[in-house]
T-cell receptor, first 112, second 112 residues
């Protein structure tokens, strides 16, 4: 296992389109997190899963954002009706319970 | 809620020592992480402090005082490659588990 993998690495989309990002965590990790990062800021927590259960989603930025982890392995983050303000780096991380989280390389989204 | 404060930017000279401070306020605390992030890359894990005191790991050390809500990251024998953003993250309660919440990061510039 080579770590957390995110796809695509870059995504350019037109305003109003839907986008979906995928994250494959480290295989033995039961916890998976999604963060958003904009320039000059730290990662902003969005949501997380413990196995297939989504335990916190109140910090998703709007109801246009949703995430799934159907079988407790990979996860997807979907943004519907994208807006220019959604342009950011979307980071996925995984961990064993409360231990340190390991991050993927991120998906950089540009909404034009 | 959580509040995490760290300086925005610091500069230091190659070979010197630098201390990056982090103060936090949180409801529910399980520990504090430090991450390093080079421009355009994912955060990488440096240290995790759960108990009060100093943890040393090579050129990097991290200190925690739970009663004061205070931590610092100490970097010794600075190298040019240490120029990066250093992120303080508090492990606090969300959705019934502890999840890392990040500060905005301290941009460290090491000059010759």
């Amino acid at each position: 296992d080579t770590g957390v993998s995110q796809n695509p690495r870059h995504k350019i989309t037109k305003r109003g389109q839907n986008v979906t990002f995928r994250c494959d965590p480290i295989s033995e990790h039961n916890r998976l997190y999604w963060y958003r990062q904009t320039l000059g800021q730290g990662p902003e927590f969005l949501t997380y899963f413990q196995n297939e259960a989504q335990l916190e989603k109140s910090r998703l930025l709007s109801d246009r954002f949703s995430a799934e982890r159907p079988k407790g392995s990979f996860s997807t983050l979907e943004i519907q009706r994208t807006e220019q303000g959604d342009s950011a780096m979307y980071l996925c991380a995984s961990s064993l319970a409360d231990s340190e989280a390991f991050f993927g390389q991120g998906t950089r989204l540009t909404v034009v | 809620g959580q509040n995490i404060d760290q300086p925005t930017e610091m500069t230091a000279t190659e070979g010197a020592i630098v201390q990056i401070n982090c103060t936090y306020q949180t409801s529910g605390f399980n520990g504090l992480f430090w991450y390093q992030q080079h421009a355009g890359e994912a955060p990488t894990f440096l240290s995790y402090n759960v108990l009060d005191g100093l943890e040393e790991k090579g050129r990097f050390s991290s200190f925690l005082s739970r009663s004061k809500g205070y931590s610092y990251l100490l970097l010794k024998e600075l190298q040019m490659k240490d120029s990066a953003s250093y992120l303080c993250a508090v492990s606090g309660v969300a959705g019934g588990s502890y999840i890392p919440t990040f500060g905005r990061g301290t941009s460290l510039i090491v000059h010759p």
